[in-house]
Structure formats: C-alpha cells, structure tokens
C-alpha cells in the first residue's frame, strides 16, 4: 500500500522550460517535506511544510518552489531548470515534530534535463 | 560542512555473517539517530532508530549501537542476508527542528 506517492516517477524536461513534480500522501501526516538528491550524495533537503507554513532552507535556489494546496498533496515547481538540476527528488511526509517519528519517503522522481 | 559522514562508500559481506555499517557526526546538538534502508528505484525505508538517552537498540537482526562521546554510531546486521543488500543512510535529528541530517550512505552488497 503506497502512503507516499510520487509522480511521475521519471520526468524529462527541457533546459529552462518549467517542471513540477507532484507528492500526495494518504497518512495524513502535517509535514512534508522534498529532497534532492545527486548519485552518491546525501539527500538534501530543499524545504518543509508544518501544516501550511513554509520552510526554506537557506541554500535552496529560488529555482526551486514548492506548494501545498491541502494536507494531502505538496508540489515541487522548477521555474527554470538547469542540467545541474538532474536530479532524483524525494518527498517525504512525517506526523508532528516529535523525534521518534520517523519519515515516510515516497519512491522518488528522477529528473532528466535535456 | 558535512555534519553526518558515512566514511565507507560500500561494504561486502559473505550471507550469514555480520554486517557493520558505520556513522560520524559532528553536531553535538543531535539527540536522535535514524538508519534508513535504500532499494534501487525507490525511496528510502525506515530501519531502526536510537535515542541519544541511550547507547543501544535492537530489533530483530538489526541492532544500533550509539557512543556518545565519540560521536560515533553503528548498525550491525547479523546474519546478514542476500535481501539486506541496499544503501544505507545514517540521518540524525535534533529537538526543536523537524529536519533530518543524512550522509551520504552506504552500499551493503551480501553475498550468497
């Protein structure tokens, strides 16, 4: 049973043309949160969601721009993607802020640049 | 600034025999240790966790172990399976802040 659903799972795009990659959770969890992550790197978060406020690490482009219409979905929106863009991006979801609950990942999208 | 270092990019084990995977941090602020498990096209999985309160956890084959003082913490397998190959992330976290901390990983392969 997939709580944590990315799509699509693979994503092709042009340089510059923008993208959004989509995350819906069925757990009802409060945050959520996207990754990118590089091969062989750490995933890295690019931002959160407590319920529905914002935020931003502080070394994520501004590139990168996320939405959260309700508590079941979150959007990563790529306003101009660069080939250092290609990436796999991660979302995952948690339920409070309490140490001992762990994230919930979905299966990833990988972005190709063109 | 790595704050989370997993030093051994891959390790090699024979099935049956144990595995040990190995995490370095350098923020004395974290009170909270994850292991992640990675298959190959999806995401990461939750493995087992430890409390900085104390210095070891067990579940089932998976046992971490936590020293403090060396800011150190370890994930043994034993026995390890031809199933457990995957990445392993180490993640650590802190109270106050609802984010993760990851290294880079591990890539456990076990061999038949």
């Known amino acids: ?114 | 600034d790595q704050q989370v270092k997993q030093n051994s990019p891959s390790l090699s084990v024979q099935e049956g025999r144990i595995s040990i995977l190995n995490c370095d941090y350098t923020n004395s602020m974290f009170d909270y240790f994850l292991w992640y498990k990675k298959y190959p096209a999806e995401g990461p999985t939750f493995l087992i966790s430890i409390s900085s309160i104390k210095d070891k956890n067990e579940d089932g084959r998976f046992t971490v172990f936590l020293n403090k003082s060396a800011k150190h913490l370890s994930l043994h397998i034993v026995p390890s399976q031809p199933g457990d190959s995957a990445v392993y992330f180490c993640a650590a976290f802190y109270s106050g802040y609802s984010t993760l901390t990851f290294g880079k990983g591990t890539m456990l392969l076990v061999s038949p």
């Open chain 1, 1 to 114: 049973d997939a709580m944590v659903i990315q799509n699509p799972r693979y994503q092709v795009t042009q340089f510059g043309k923008p993208v959004t990659l989509s995350c819906s959770q069925t757990l009802n969890h409060n945050v959520m949160y996207w990754y990118q992550q590089k091969s062989s790197q750490a995933p890295k978060l690019l931002f959160h969601y407590y319920d529905k406020d914002f935020n931003n690490e502080a070394d994520t482009p501004d590139n990168f721009q996320s939405r959260r219409p309700n508590t079941s979905f979150c959007f990563l929106d790529i306003r101009s993607p660069g080939l250092g863009d290609a990436a796999m991006y991660l979302c995952a979801t948690r339920t409070g802020t309490g140490a001992n609950q762990p994230q919930h990942f979905g299966d990833g999208t990988r972005l190709s640049i063109l």
